[in-house]
């Protein structure tokens, strides 16, 4: 396996599974664990990992959020690039993704809140009031079937017969 | 009046074949709550869903009546087209396509195999060959090729001398040894198939699931222009199993005899399954890549786990790990059962291969990476109680 290939191979199996040990990676890949551990060191300090996280279907347990994503549209000036407007939003702790897009608007934001109150509160008055801001579209999430790739939805179960040659 | 012979209700050649050696296993099993079972050779993945949203459509459009007996041109021309990845340039007219490969092999039996002749047979092996082969008129000849020994040019021709069998039947990726053939290995083959004048049967099942080298179709060799049957399908590589779909390689002559058994029995491979097919020709490659990486991760781990407690040689395909018994003592189907009764893991007794599996068990890695370490130490705490 190549450098690069290694590396990759490591990352995929963390961003598909955050909790395998070392050892287990070294199983898988057929690395040796002071080269995944080297790997992984690597990937941390250059921020190639940016952060290790869990997907939690919070729905299930009962927790209310509310999510919203925004299209925001914005006036660029010669002291305002879309860089300079994207960092100040991305700034605040309720935005979760800002992304800039092709299309009608500028920006998509993702916004995270207790209530509609909360977010609506918040774009009207933090994100709306940019002076670069020109008009905004609020759309709320109603059910998510889907995150980061994972079904939060199950239909299919194994089926299969527990012996068969 | 004199008593008229008492007529036998069955196909006598069926007494010669015993049932299957898990049917005992298998009722051990029903009823117990949270086995991890290694014992099922297929997929755990679901078929991928543009293969399901295409069948799903041409069901909604209607499309549910017969094909041609050789099955839809369209696919046949995907699937010739597709095998050239395996170093075989196939001419679609000589595809036939099947209700799996199941149904091929039976076919290719039945348009090969006269009264008599005899079929040799590399063992272990997956456990139709042999019953079909004697229900044919076939007198089944094996040789014992357990892992990591592999079939090579003396064995077949040492054992050809005696016998001069007509048919011999590979299997590679090997279902339950995981042991597959470079095309180094199989240019010896060829070698010792044209000197004996044999025919191939090729079940490559599972061509798309290699980890150590690609796959290639002994069909694609010289001088095997004229022996060579090729079956292969969409279960394994497409998780399409329960859709019994697969295919039929042969040159002319074999093929004509194999559409004609399937046009009286089978007619037809059904429709929805075939748009699936071609549907996983097409557009499929991105989910086959990313389930075989998953296969072979998982058999990194597993087999490296095995290996701390069990000999157990490292599978170049498929998702079977066939580790060696021998040392604890037992017997396979012992071994299988008490594990099942103590540990709640069931594997398939090695002996269900045939006598050359005696001593081993067959574990298939297609379960979840969580399963497979549950089930690995599971294994690793029954093995050390033995010692």
Not at chain 1, 70 to 77: A, E, Y
């Amino acid at each position: 396996m190549h450098e690069a290939d290694k590396k990759v191979e490591v990352l995929k199996l963390l961003e598909d599974n955050a909790r395998y040990s070392v050892d287990e990676i070294a199983d898988i890949t057929g690395l040796s664990r002071e080269d995944v551990e080297k790997i992984i060191s690597e990937c941390e300090n250059e921020k190639s990992i940016l952060k290790y996280k869990t997907i939690i279907d919070w729905e299930k347990l009962g927790e209310e959020f509310v999510v919203a994503l925004i299209d925001v549209r914005v006036n660029l000036t010669r002291e305002k690039n879309y860089d300079d407007i994207a960092r100040r939003i991305a700034k605040f702790p309720e935005v979760h993704a800002v992304r800039l897009v092709s299309g009608e608007y500028d920006f998509q934001i993702v916004v995270k809140g207790k209530s509609l109150k909360d977010v609506s509160f918040f774009v009207s008055e933090k994100v709306s009031t940019l002076p670069e801001v020109r008009d905004t579209n609020t759309h709320f999430v109603l059910k998510s079937y889907k995150e980061e790739g994972v079904l939060l939805f199950s239909d299919e179960e194994d089926r299969r017969l527990a012996i068969v040659p | 009046m004199e008593k008229m012979k008492e007529k036998k209700k069955v196909n006598e050649k069926l007494l010669e074949i015993k049932p299957s050696g898990i049917r005992r296993f298998f009722d051990l099993i029903i009823g117990r709550e949270d086995v991890i079972s290694l014992g099922v050779g297929e997929p755990d993945f679901p078929t991928p869903w543009r293969i399901r949203e295409e069948m799903i459509y041409s069901l909604e459009k209607g499309i549910t009546s017969y094909t041609s007996n050789y099955g839809l041109e369209e696919l046949r021309v995907e699937i010739a087209k597709y095998y050239r990845k395996f170093g075989l340039d196939a001419n679609p007219d000589n595809i036939v396509v099947t209700s799996g490969v199941s149904e091929g092999f039976d076919l290719s039996l039945r348009a090969t195999v006269n009264p008599g002749d005899f079929v040799l047979i590399p063992e272990p092996s997956y456990v139709s060959y042999q019953p079909l082969a004697i229900l044919c008129g076939g007198n089944v000849v094996t040789i014992s090729i357990p892992p990591p020994s592999r079939l090579t040019y003396e064995e077949i021709t040492t054992a050809s001398r005696m016998i001069d069998p007509k048919i011999l039947i590979l299997n590679y990726p090997s279902n339950p040894t995981g042991v597959s053939y470079s095309k180094k290995e199989l240019e010896e083959i060829a070698d010792a198939v044209v000197e004996m004048d044999m025919i191939v049967i090729s079940d490559e099942i599972y061509s798309e699931l290699t980890y150590k080298f690609p796959h290639t179709s002994i069909a694609g060799l010289n001088g095997m222009e004229d022996r060579v049957v090729v079956l292969n399908g969409f279960s394994k590589s497409f998780a399409m199993t329960g859709l019994r779909i697969g295919y039929v390689i042969a040159p002319d002559e074999i093929l004509d005899a194999v559409l004609k058994i399937h046009q009286y029995s089978m007619l037809c491979a059904p429709i929805t399954s075939q748009i699936g097919a071609i549907e996983a020709l097409r557009n499929g490659e991105s989910e086959l890549d990313e389930m075989r990486a998953e296969y072979m991760r998982r058999r990194n781990f597993f087999v490296r786990k095995l290996n701390e407690v069990l000999e157990t040689h490292m599978p170049e395909g498929a998702f079977y790990a066939f580790p060696s018994i021998k040392d604890t003592g037992l017997s396979s189907e012992e071994f299988a059962e008490r594990l099942l009764l103590e540990k709640n893991v069931a594997v398939v007794p090695g002996n269900a291969f045939g006598e050359s599996g005696e001593g081993y068990i067959r574990c298939a890695y297609a379960v979840s990476m969580d399963k497979l370490r549950e089930a690995a130490d599971r294994i690793s705490e029954f093995v050390n109680s033995l010692r």
